[in-house]
């Protein structure tokens, strides 16, 4: 196969550094860029630095991890993962509520890294009225083709910022007047003694570990779910699940 010839064999894929090379060139939404780890050469670099420009995560990997995603075979040290939808800003999740005359309901995933949970998550946003899901750049799942499937069509209405650093994220939003509501199984609040009719984002810690602390030490408030079985933890989408609906209930 000819190098221009590359084409997205496995599904949400561009290989090749032509094909690469034009979907940067045509502002193709792109999620991720993995180039291979010792190629140095004067076109990849182009290419990388081109994808940082346009704010893409760049992703030094070994060679095998390439060949493994590759469907052509013929990568040629680059390989891009398209994203499902083109990435949101803070602005416009906060327009979004403001057009619609309600005060913002925004969902921030931290460090969700299956891509099956934050399409379950945005799903739910999406079905319960929110106004946007914030993700961080790093360490996190992203609007990939398995992301966009799991949310059953949901990232075509429900806008996704991605932003470099959350904790940052998190203190400008609150300079807007939005609280901040971290799920936590240790948090002081319980879940329906939670004012959610104010404007506020809710924090849905990773599946492992919960909310990282600088995240954790940048909210408000830190609600727990009541857990009245043996089991003490809910599954992430399920969290943010609970916690909207209550956002929901509170403002009908």
């Known amino acids: 196969m000819r190098e221009h010839d590359a084409r997205p064999a496995a599904e949400g894929l561009i290989e090749g550094r032509n ?23 004067r076109t990849l670099a182009r290419i990388a630095a081109n994808a940082r420009e346009a ?17 052509t075979h013929s990568h040629q040290g680059v390989i891009a993962v398209a994203a499902a939808a083109a990435y949101a800003t803070l602005e416009d999740l906060l327009d979004r509520a403001a057009g619609r005359g309600e005060p913002p309901l925004l969902v921030i ?22 106004h946007g899901v914030i993700i961080p750049k790093r360490r996190s799942a992203g609007l990939t083709a398995v992301t966009a499937k799991t949310s059953a069509g949901a990232v075509s209405y429900l806008p996704v910022a991605r932003v470099p650093n959350l904790p940052a994220a998190l203190k400008d939003l609150k300079k807007r007047g939005i609280w901040i509501f971290g799920t936590a199984a240790d948090g002081a609040v319980p879940l329906y003694g939670a004012d959610l009719r104010s404007p506020a984002a809710i924090v849905i810690g990773s599946e492992g570990d919960g909310m990282g602390r600088l995240v954790r030490e940048s909210c408000d408030f830190l609600v727990s779910i009541p857990m009245k079985g043996s089991i003490s933890s809910l599954n992430a989408s399920a969290a943010a699940a609970i916690l909207l609906y209550e956002a929901v209930r509170q403002r009908s």
Request: aromatic share 2%; charged share 25%.
């Open 109 to 130: 995933c931290d460090e969700i890294s299956d891509p099956h949970n934050l399409g379950a998550i945005i799903r739910t946003a999406e079905c319960a009225g929110a």
């Open 19 to 41: 094909a690469v090379t034009e979907a940067l060139r045509a502002g193709t939404a792109i999620d991720k860029l993995y180039i291979a780890k010792g190629e140095t050469d």
């Open 55 to 71: 704010g893409v995560v760049v992703v030094v990997a070994d060679r095998r991890k390439l060949d493994a995603m590759s469907g």
